[in-house]
């Protein structure tokens, strides 16, 4: 079976990332795409052999019953809505993150594709950078010993504003680095350490303080007794460790960023043979003073898109699971509010 796919939206997230990662899967077809700017449509048409091109998303819904699944590539606002009537033409969908900005708006849209019986899931992407896996794995080993901090920083250095909608829409557009890159840090850390119990959040917008944050950090106590430390920034001209795991037994440090979404821009897709590999190392120093270097695992962005064909077509597990999500969102909205409270906020258990 062929999974039929349009992608809404055709900018970095559609054309860069999602259509791809969809294209180097067997059985699955990008064969809509919607945009209302001519040169992503150009671009779109010169990019996927016998794409069809829509101005609008009723256009998409109009021919529902030419396609099978919906990524969700747009402006934050347009996640939910367009998630919820999808669903109701019973389309499978999968949406970028943030998915949402509250705890009841992810709800909703699980509940509506329990009802029309199709997979609904969050392009939680990262949990298959090759950097993540490793630190994961050492996690699972326990070759650190009881682990009582996790730093995990996304730090660029763009210190002039660029005028684009993340850090210039308003509150319904989920601008800044909080739902941003937040997303990812916070989800990261929840498949390692598991829920949080609460969070801190210090979020500042610094190049202008009447746009969206770019200075954020934010502080997560898990329920299994590790702390997360987690660090987005525009200020950082000399990055610091992507990762930084203190445990009893020793501390793994990683540098750099995954290469994938790199790789990507300059064409290379998951069908490439070395695809996702990377010369960057995990150090780790042990407790007795001896340091260890390994090879960091290579990227697995394709495992995606791979899960979700097979959730489709044979009702294996989502990739995603709504209820890791509804963790996420419950997180990042009890965030939001910790920032405006300058407080510790206790985050809602998510049965």
């Known amino acids: ?13 559609g054309r860069g990332i999602h259509s791809p990662l969809i294209s180097a899967v067997d059985g699955m077809q990008v064969t809509s ?37 919906v990524v969700i590539a747009t402006t934050n606002s347009s996640h939910v809505p367009y998630a919820l009537v999808a669903l109701e033409r019973g ?16 709800q909703a849209v699980f509940a509506a594709a329990e009802k029309a019986d199709r997979t609904a899931t969050v392009f939680h992407n990262r949990r298959w950078d090759g ?10 080993t326990g070759q650190l010993g009881k682990v009582v901090t996790f730093q995990s920083g996304f730090e660029r250095y763009r210190p002039e504003l660029t005028g684009r909608w993340r850090e210039t829409g308003g509150p319904e557009e989920l601008p ?4 941003d890159l937040g997303s990812h840090l916070v989800d990261q850390a929840i498949q390692i350490w598991g829920p949080v119990v609460r969070v801190l959040t210090h979020a500042r917008s610094v190049r202008d303080v009447t746009t969206s944050d770019d ?62 590999s990377t010369r960057r190392v995990v150090t780790v120093c042990g407790g007795d003073g001896q340091v260890f270097e390994h090879r960091v695992e290579s990227g697995q962005w394709n495992v995606f898109y791979e899960s ?20 996420t969102v419950a997180t990042l909205e009890a965030a939001v509010k910790s920032n405006a409270l300058r407080a510790w906020v206790d985050v809602p258990h998510i049965n």
């Open 1 to 13: 079976m062929t999974i039929r796919v349009a992608v809404i939206g055709y900018g970095l997230a």
């Open 33 to 69: 795409v919607v945009t209302s700017n001519p040169q992503r449509a150009q671009q779109a048409q010169s990019d996927i052999a016998g794409v069809t091109v829509f101005p609008t998303f009723d256009d998409v819904l109009e021919q529902a019953h030419d396609h099978d699944l």
């Open 91 to 106: 389309l499978h969908v999968v949406i970028d993150k943030p998915m949402a900005g509250t705890l009841a708006q992810a």
């Open 131 to 140: 950097d993540f896996l490793t630190v994961k794995g050492l996690a699972e």
């Open 176 to 179: 800044g680095l909080l739902f």
């Open 308 to 327: 979700v064909h097979q959730a489709i077509t044979t009702q294996a597990a989502i990739p995603v699971s709504p209820m890791s999500v509804l963790q």
């Open 215 to 276: 200075d954020t950090l934010i502080l997560l106590e898990h329920g299994s007794g590790v702390t997360s430390e987690l660090h987005a920034t525009v200020f950082a001209a000399e990055p610091g460790p992507r990762f930084r795991v203190l445990g009893s037994a020793g501390t793994a440090t990683i540098f750099g960023l995954d290469e994938q979404e790199g790789d990507l821009g300059k064409g290379h897709t998951p069908r490439d043979e070395h695809w996702g």
